[in-house]
Nanobody, 121 residues
């Protein structure tokens, strides 16, 4: 059983900061990639930041320079430090983990339940 759990969302004024955390736990053999995605009301889910197994972090253009990702490989945890938040950052933020639960098993994608981030103007 694998769990992906996010935390750290909340309500903040424009210009403020929040830090999101996401931990993958359970029967995990190898994590290939983790990522943060967000979905605003009436919008499609979009990638915010992805963390490759090689240590590279990719960001969507709209958050570059404002959001910083980090990863703790030992804890299967990724973080997203969000600074200079804007009202358009308001969304439910989801964590995704692409992983293998046992050797020779196929890649499986797990999603967290999401955490709400609301930025007031």
């Amino acid at each position: 059983q694998v769990q992906v759990v996010e935390s750290g969302g909340g309500l903040v004024q424009a210009g403020g900061s929040l830090r999101l955390s996401c931990a993958a736990s359970g029967s995990i053999f190898s994590i290939i990639e983790m990522g943060w995605y967000r979905q605003a009301p009436g919008e499609q889910r979009e990638m915010v930041a992805t963390f490759t197994s090689g240590g590279r972090i990719n960001y969507v253009d709209s958050v570059k320079g404002r959001f910083t990702g980090s990863r703790d490989f030992a804890k299967n945890t990724v973080y997203l430090q969000m600074n200079s938040l804007k009202p358009e950052d308001t969304a439910v933020y989801y964590c995704k983990a692409d992983l293998v639960v046992a050797p020779f098993d196929p890649l499986t994608i797990y999603w967290g339940q999401g955490t709400q981030v609301t930025v007031s103007s």
